[in-house]
């Protein structure tokens, strides 16, 4: 059972960005010393992991894909096993209906090489496939949680979300080239999280140096929502049961654009990903199970259906939900393995 302070806590966490701690702990209305004892149960129980994103540009990566596939039963584990081992995979996950990955392309060829596996049928029946070039904004909303739990608390109010894979930087003359500018702080950042514990982790615990390059946007501190505790976890009744996949094609080149403003505006949904390009879309959200919170303010409450809002800028939608009971993920933010 969540309380009402640590609930507060997930969000100025989730909302936070490069503020400082004090920021975070005022703004939150929690005690301070309430604020550090809840931050250091939903770090240790994992709810809450610190990671940091390299942005694809500063480490010479010109596309990024992501896959929703449904394997064969038969061959599930062979799919699973194969996604897992493909250069660049950060992210595998593995459900009874589906199988999602996200992999980041070193080269134009790898990516080529990635989508033959994907013709071949050695992934499973693909639902979605895109594949995203770094130097164009396709990725609206790369796992962001601060819209998920804003509306799992009852809110339509967000800070910050919502937050892209990171764009490419002004100044190209590192583009392509890791081993110029600071790829060893990068690689430092990147590493960090998994040889010390996340709650000792965040932007103002790093070293200058480490510290330029999150000002400078070649890796973003991110804190993600641990999938494994979501559906035991309640907070006023509520749970988070489920993982939403939406494919579809777009009706308009230009729908994605619009579609995420009317998600939230009509719908108070705010999926933590979307990704994109001229003719198809990939949605991931997380669904709410048991009961709808008592009281919830008036704006909190959806005006139309999420059906009809995709309906207006979408054709061919397909809708996959996955127990998160039953998610394994084999590879989870494994940005680590990108240097």
């Not at 799919?79 to 081992?85: C, N, P, R």
């Not at 010390?196 to 510290?211: F, Y």
């Amino acid at each position: 059972m969540l309380t009402d302070n640590e609930a507060r806590v997930v969000w100025s966490i989730l909302s936070g960005g490069l503020q400082s701690e004090e920021d975070r702990i005022r703004e939150s209305g929690v005690p301070r010393t309430t604020y550090h004892s809840a931050k250091l149960r939903l770090y240790s129980e994992g709810l809450l992991e610190d990671r940091y994103v390299p942005n694809p540009d500063a480490i010479g990566v010109p596309r990024v894909s992501f896959l929703l596939s449904r394997p064969p039963a038969e061959k599930a584990s062979t799919v699973f096993e194969t996604l897992s081992k493909i250069p660049g995979t950060v992210e595998a996950w593995a459900g009874t209906q589906v199988a999602f990955a996200v992999i980041f392309h070193k080269s134009v060829e790898a990516s080529d090489s990635f989508l033959g596996k994907i013709s071949s049928g050695e992934l499973g029946d693909p639902r979605a496939i895109i594949s995203a070039d770094t130097a164009k904004q396709q990725v609206p909303v790369y796992f962001d949680f601060e819209g998920t739990w804003a509306r799992y608390c009852g809110s339509s109010a967000t800070k910050r979300y919502p937050c892209p894979l990171p764009p490419p930087r002004q100044e190209s003359s590192t583009r392509g080239d890791p081993s110029r500018g600071s790829s060893s702080s990068i690689a430092s950042l990147l590493t960090r999280h998994f040889t010390r514990p996340s709650h000792l982790i965040g932007p103002a615990s790093v070293p200058k140096s480490q510290r330029r390059s999150l000002q400078q946007g070649r890796v973003e501190w991110r804190v993600f929502l641990g999938f494994p505790c979501l559906n035991t976890m309640r907070y006023r009744g509520l749970t988070l049961q489920d993982l939403v996949f939406i494919a579809g094609k777009l009706k308009d080149p230009d729908g994605m654009a619009k579609l995420l403003p009317d998600l939230a505006t009509n719908c108070n949904v705010r999926p933590f990903l979307m990704v994109g390009d001229d003719d198809s879309v990939l949605i991931a959200s997380l669904g709410i199970g048991l009961r709808a919170l008592d009281g919830a303010p008036a704006d909190a409450r959806p005006r139309h259906s999420v059906i009809q809002v995709l309906a207006q800028h979408l054709k061919d939608i397909e809708v996959i939900r996955e127990p998160l009971a039953s998610l394994r993920m084999p590879v989870a933010h494994r940005f680590d393995i990108l240097v």
